[in-house]
């Protein structure tokens, strides 16, 4: 018990813009590998998307990456392909149809809005992020979970980094 609590070691900060947030998410990037799973949690408006514009971003792909409520999943090509999740209107059933599993076991980065949906699904190893809204209309509360060793070590790396967070 004590072993996993200190795996599961919470990282809290907040950010004060959409660009802040979305440097945040392009200084995660460079430590990304295929088959990654990062979860974003919390309610519409939270960033979420924001946050997967700058990984997207640092990842090197130029399309616009906007929500993906009604396609489910899209992908982009970038220096590691991206899929991108947003869970939303989904249930488990309709994920089942759509062959999610290609995604999270194939040689991109999943990035999932709305992943607390699926946690049944996933293996003990992602990194959940979670955005909340505060009193001030651009501050957002960010909470970074890493579960599984290889996000407890890369959340260091994230943060002994020159974040400037
Ligand atoms: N610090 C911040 N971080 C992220 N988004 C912010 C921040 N401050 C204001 N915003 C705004 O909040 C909205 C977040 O939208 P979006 O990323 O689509 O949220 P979600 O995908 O969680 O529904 C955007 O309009 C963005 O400009
Ligand atoms: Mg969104």
């Not at 802040?20 to 088959?35: C, D, G, I, N, V």
């Not at 396609?71 to 059933?93: A, C, N, T, W």
Request: aromatic letters at 10%.
């Amino acid at each position: 018990m004590g072993k996993r609590a200190n795996l599961e070691k919470k990282t809290e900060l907040r950010t004060h813009s959409p660009q802040e947030t979305k440097k945040l998410a392009f200084r995660l990037s460079p430590l990304l590998y295929p088959r990654d799973v990062i979860s974003l949690t919390g309610d519409l408006g939270a960033g979420k998307t924001c946050f997967v514009q700058g990984l997207a971003k640092g990842l090197g792909i130029k399309r616009k990456v906007t929500s993906p409520t009604f396609v489910i999943i899209r992908e982009y090509k970038g220096k590691l392909p991206v899929y991108h999740f947003d869970l939303y209107r989904l249930s488990l059933e309709e994920l089942e149809d759509l062959g999610y599993e290609e995604y999270l076991f194939g040689d991109g980065v999943s990035v999932i809005e709305w992943g607390e949906k699926i946690y049944s699904l996933l293996s003990g190893d992602f990194l959940e992020i979670e955005l909340k809204r505060t009193l001030k209309e651009k501050e957002r509360k960010i909470k970074i979970v890493p579960h599984g060793v290889s996000w407890v070590e890369r959340v260091k790396r994230w943060f002994n980094a020159d974040t400037g967070f």
